[in-house]
């Protein structure tokens, strides 16, 4: 079953804007990730933000989580062509060794 | 350094042939591993994941199988493919740890086509 639900689906901006991609989940979590995909590879690790922590920062990208309504969202500041990816947010499913992912977005820059 | 590696990268298959995809890691022991599809355009989907040699939990029921024989392999299977089957497949692997705030490390994928 699906935990994360990302929002929007889809997201087109010019290059220099900043790109803000939300996510939903249903259960409690210990700790929520985002992910980034390019097109036709794996996947590569982005950042990490725990239950207790309401905030995080790491170079243009800046993550949110707000547990009371089980979202979070990742802020792209001062985007990039090669942003152009599928982003997306993955929560541990209540404790299990596992991760659960949403759809993802689909984030194009355009130059 | 860990390293993950997958193959084929693409294959072709008729219905009903079998499957094999295999998945290694390198540099680490005792990872957890997992088998992610993903259709064209779509979210991923867990299929498998274990803790352990000879440990495997199913999260979708479906024809597919999956094996650990070792440590650090991890195989996808199945007997007779379907069309359904088709999509991207990613293996990936975990450190084993106390708590589940651990990064997800993917391979590069494997594209089945089954026609």
């Known amino acids: 079953s699906q935990q994360g639900e990302e929002d929007p689906q889809a997201l087109s901006i010019q290059e220099g804007e900043n790109a803000t991609m939300n996510c939903s989940y249903k259960t409690s979590i210990n700790n929520l990730q985002w992910y980034r995909q390019n097109s036709g590879r794996g996947l590569v690790h982005l950042i990490l933000i725990r239950s207790n922590e309401r905030e995080k920062h790491s170079g243009r990208l800046r993550v949110t989580l707000d547990t009371s309504k089980k979202s979070s969202s990742l802020l792209i500041t001062a985007s990039r062509a090669a942003d152009t990816a599928s982003y997306f947010c993955a929560t541990d499913a209540g404790g299990a060794q596992k991760l659960v992912f949403g759809q993802g977005t689909r984030l194009t820059i355009n130059p | 350094s860990q390293t993950i590696h997958q193959w084929p990268a693409t294959l072709v298959q008729p219905v009903g042939s079998p499957l094999s995809l295999e998945c290694t890691v390198e540099g680490t022991s005792n990872p957890n591993l997992y088998w992610y599809r993903q259709a064209a355009g779509r979210g991923l989907q867990l299929l498998f994941y274990?803790?352990?040699?000879?440990?495997i939990s199913s999260e979708v029921p479906q024809n597919l199988s999956a094996s650990r024989p070792q440590d650090r392999q991890f195989i996808l299977s199945s007997k007779k493919l379907l069309l359904s089957d088709s999509g991207f497949y990613l293996c990936?692997?975990?450190?084993?740890?106390?708590?589940?705030?651990?990064?997800?490390?993917f391979g590069e994928g494997s594209w089945l086509t089954v026609v």
């Open positions: 990936a692997w975990s450190p084993q740890g106390a708590n589940s705030g651990n990064t997800i490390y």
């Open positions: 274990s803790v352990g040699i000879g440990q």
